[in-house]
């Protein structure tokens, strides 16, 4: 019980450092290129996950038949930041943040084609509740807003299908900082072009923004690994939602933005959904 109590802990900070992240990036401003923000965010990650290699003096050790795995994961994950970065510039960070956090329901998805798993009735019953809430906090319609509402859509999306390679990679015993560092060194890479030949003077301000961005994110990936080391994911992992929370504080606090009656009505049907699909995990795991 201590160790599971730990890793809640280790959980709800992780959530906090990635609200964190959500805050710095929309506090850089909207006129600098996601791709920009993207490369701050990663270049950061990319020497935390170096140093932690070096550290406990992992090998580049990749194995048979993981490259792929780790360049669809790398891929796909940098194309999802570009579209949580475009739904947090623009949207509520809450509704940005409930968007993200479908992550999972897709990852579950995701894992029928990659790992070969079987969803049951109440996993289908959980996603189709989840994308419900998703429709009412994108609230389809012609405006712009619903264009960077679906832009985070996505960014959950491939965030999810960037998850569910990872476990792929997990089962194949590929360790987590290489993960990490492959995909921020890949991230990095792909924004590279974008910064020499298109770059947008940024003042102190907004580049100290975007390494606290970057900062927040490692602190984010450091301490949800450690989470996840100390309890299995269908115990805590509905703990991660607390990030909605803190989202949804610093947006009031800095900018004074209010969700919308739909959006709360999602928030309700997404983390609820969440949380019922927790509380069977852990029924099960006690029957079986």
Partial sequence: MKQKNKAIAYIIISAFFFALMSFFVRLSGNHIPVVQKSFFRNIVAFFV???????????????KGNMRYLLLRALIGTLG???????????????????????PFFAVIFSIFLLKEKVGTVEWLTLSTAFAGALLVIKPSFSMNSLYALYGFFGGMAAGFAYACVRKLGTNRVKGALIIAFFSGFSCLCSLP????????????????????????AGGQIFITAAYTNAPAKEISVFDYSQIIFTASLGFLMWGQIPDVFSFCGYVLIIGAAVFKWRYNLREQVNS
């Fill in 81 to 103: 930041i570009y579209g949580n970065f475009s739904a947090v510039g623009h949207l509520n960070l809450a509704d940005a943040s409930i968007l993200n956090k479908l992550s």
């Fill in 194 to 217: 974008a910064l020499l030949f298109d770059y947008t003077p940024m003042s102190a301000g907004e580049l100290a923004s975007l390494l606290l961005a970057g900062c927040s994110a």
């Fill in 49 to 63: 996950a170096v140093i932690l290699m070096i550290k406990d003096r992992q090998p580049v050790k990749i194995g």
